[in-house]
């Protein structure tokens, strides 16, 4: 089993930043896409970004492009994602997950989820 720890959650107004950090307990074969998702109240979660482990590739959903970034630091198995420009709408639950591979993003394909860190945005 592989557990996901995040941190870097807040409330920040509109226009600001945060940085949100995922470790993980160890690297696994069934870890090597890390990413995240969000869910908003009365919403269904979404994926936001991943990353792959095997080749560094990155892949962002169209509303956060330009303005979020995912990393990673293989020395400290944590992966970050830098969060910029940040709208209202960015306002949810920002979950850790991790899969085999980034194939495409169904939760139901990730296999490991982290507790989840708040993110709210005021306008």
């Known amino acids: 089993q592989v557990q996901l720890v995040e941190s870097g959650g807040g409330s920040v107004q509109a226009g600001g930043s945060l940085r949100l950090s995922c470790s993980a307990s160890?690297?696994?074969?069934?870890?090597?896409?890390m990413g995240w998702f969000r869910q908003a109240p009365g919403k269904e979660r979404e994926g936001v970004a991943t990353?792959?482990?095997?080749?560094?590739?990155?892949a962002y959903a169209d509303s956060v492009k330009d303005r979020f970034t995912i990393s990673r630091d293989d020395a400290k198995r944590t992966v970050y994602l830098q969060m910029d420009s940040l709208k209202a709408e960015d306002t949810a639950m920002y979950y850790c997950?991790?899969?085999?591979?980034?194939?495409?993003?169904?939760?139901?394909?990730?296999?490991?989820w982290g507790q989840g860190t708040q993110v709210t945005v005021s306008s």
């Open positions: 990353i792959s482990r095997v080749d560094g590739s990155t």
């Open positions: 997950t991790a899969a085999d591979r980034c194939a495409d993003w169904v939760p139901a394909r990730f296999r490991y």
């Open positions: 160890s690297y696994r074969y069934d870890n090597r896409c």
